[in-house]
Every structure is written in C-alpha cells, then in structure tokens.
Nanobody
Framework: QVQLVESGGGLVQAGGSLRLSCAAS????????MAWFRQAPGKERELLAT????????YYADSVKGRFTISRDNAKNTVYLQMNSLKPEDTAVYYC????????????????WGQGTLVTVSS
C-alpha cells in the first residue's frame, strides 16, 4: 500500500505559475507509474500527465501540453507538476495517483489516490 499527499495548490492570477507536489509514503514499489488528474465542478475527472519512476517516459493531455511539466525526484519519492501560463479553465481540484505494473491511460486501475489540492485561477 502507498499513501499519496498533494500540496502546492492555491489562488493564482491568469498567466501565473504554481508547482504541485505529490509525496508518496508507505509501501515501497520497485517500479510504478504516477499521474496527475484534475476535476472541475460539474466535469469529469481528466488525466493530465503521467510519468514512470523508472525511465523518463511522459504523457501530456492536449489541454496542458506545452504549459505543464511532470517530473520526479526518486530520492524523495515525490512527483511534481509545474504549471505555467495558467488559465481560468485550469481551475479544479488536482489529484495525484499511482499504479504499479501498468500504464496509466485513464482513471481505472489506480492503486492509490491523493486527497486533492485546489487550484483556483482568477481572470
């Protein structure tokens, strides 16, 4: 079992930047993928970005490609989401999630979820 805790959310003006952190603790996995999701009011949960702990393969949704960057620090068991050029439509609760032995392609098959952190982008 692994526990995930997000931090770094807050209020920012359009065009600004935030960096979210997701710290993992508990069971140590030899290899697992991690991802960032978000969910805005009245909308479906959206997969934003994925990264493997082993290797540098990453994926980005079209909605954030070129603006958001997912990265990792294996020594700290932490995954980050650097968010630049934020837009009001980026306002949502952001979640990190983990999956062992598999590729994250949607919200199914995840082994752990964080509690979420709210990002609000004002116009």
């Amino acid at each position: 079992q692994v526990q995930l805790v997000e931090s770094g959310g807050g209020l920012v003006q359009a065009g600004g930047s935030l960096r979210l952190s997701c710290a993992a603790s508990g069971r140590t996995f030899s290899s697992y993928a991690m991802a960032w999701f978000r969910q805005a009011p009245g909308k479906e949960r959206e997969l934003l970005a994925t990264i493997r702990w082993s290797g540098g393969s990453t994926y980005y949704a079209d909605s954030v490609k070129g603006r958001f960057t997912i990265s990792r620090d294996n020594a700290k068991n932490t995954v980050y989401l650097q968010m630049n050029s934020l837009k009001p439509e980026d306002t949502a609760v952001y979640y990190c999630a983990a999956r062992r032995w598999g590729t994250i392609v949607d919200g199914s098959g995840l082994d752990a979820w964080g509690q979420g952190t709210l990002v609000t982008v004002s116009s």
